[in-house]
């Protein structure tokens, strides 16, 4: 069945350097992925998608990639703050259906000052 | 100011009690969407509306009931027939139905069932 898997373990990083996130995906292909931003107790943010013939997309500091042969996508923060601690999600559309997505379980991103 | 909202942001209820969460939007969006989100999981897909009187079960429907009488409003019922109804529910709606298009979320109501 199709599934779409985050990094459930905290990934905790120093102010100033890069955070790096990873989706993974299997048993499908998706035509592209969506990540969201998640603050504690609220609802998430849409931030960037990333079509299957996009290698890379940028936003400001943030960047992501999308490798069909690792079937992975990856999710980068530059020059990371504090403010960026938050839980990211990633999701891409159901094989079953055209309206619908699928999310991972998020990963928690910790920035130390 | 264009969102959406949802209300109310806590609620209590007592088990055997049906329950109703409100969801408006003003982005002018035909799709709208029901989410719940349980610690450590992903979103789960309740029900989904792609047009106004016309609405479809997601992957846990049971338990749950929506209208969506107005393009602006998809309240969700939450019924005593649902077995663990303690949740937090997150509103979404699209531009349209498909999963391209980026959902906007609102700021989900926490929902405690005692």
């Known amino acids: 069945s199709q599934k779409i898997e985050q990094n459930s373990e905290a990934l905790n990083i120093q102010e100033g350097k890069t955070a790096t996130l990873t989706c993974n995906y299997t048993?499908?292909?998706?035509?592209?992925l969506q990540w969201y931003r998640q603050d504690p107790g609220r609802g998430p943010v849409f931030l960037l998608l990333i079509r299957e013939n996009e290698k890379e997309k940028r936003k400001e500091r943030l960047k992501v990639t999308f490798d069909t042969t690792l079937k992975q996508s990856l999710f980068h923060i530059t020059a990371s703050q504090p403010a960026d601690s938050a839980t990211y999600l990633c999701?891409?559309?159901?094989?079953?259906?055209?309206?619908?997505?699928?999310f991972g379980s998020g990963t928690r991103l910790l920035v130390r000052p | 100011d264009g969102g959406i909202t949802q209300s109310p942001k806590y609620l209590f209820r007592k088990e055997g009690q049906n329950v109703t969460l409100s969801c408006e939007q003003n982005?002018?969006?035909?799709?709208m969407y029901w989410y719940r989100q349980d610690p450590g999981q992903g979103l789960r897909l309740i029900y989904y509306?792609?047009?106004?009187?016309?609405?479809q079960k997601g992957d846990i429907a049971e338990g749950y009931s929506v209208s969506r009488e107005k393009k602006e409003s998809f309240p969700l019922t939450v019924t005593s027939a649902q077995k663990n109804p303690t949740a937090f529910y997150l509103c979404a709606s699209s531009i349209k139905g498909g999963g391209s298009y980026e959902q906007y979320f609102g700021p989900g109501t926490r929902l405690t069932v005692t």
């Open positions: 999701a891409s559309k159901r094989v079953d259906s055209s309206y619908k997505l699928i």
């Open positions: 509306s792609q047009i106004v009187n016309d609405f």
């Open positions: 048993n499908y292909s998706p035509a592209y």
């Open positions: 982005l002018n969006h035909d799709a």
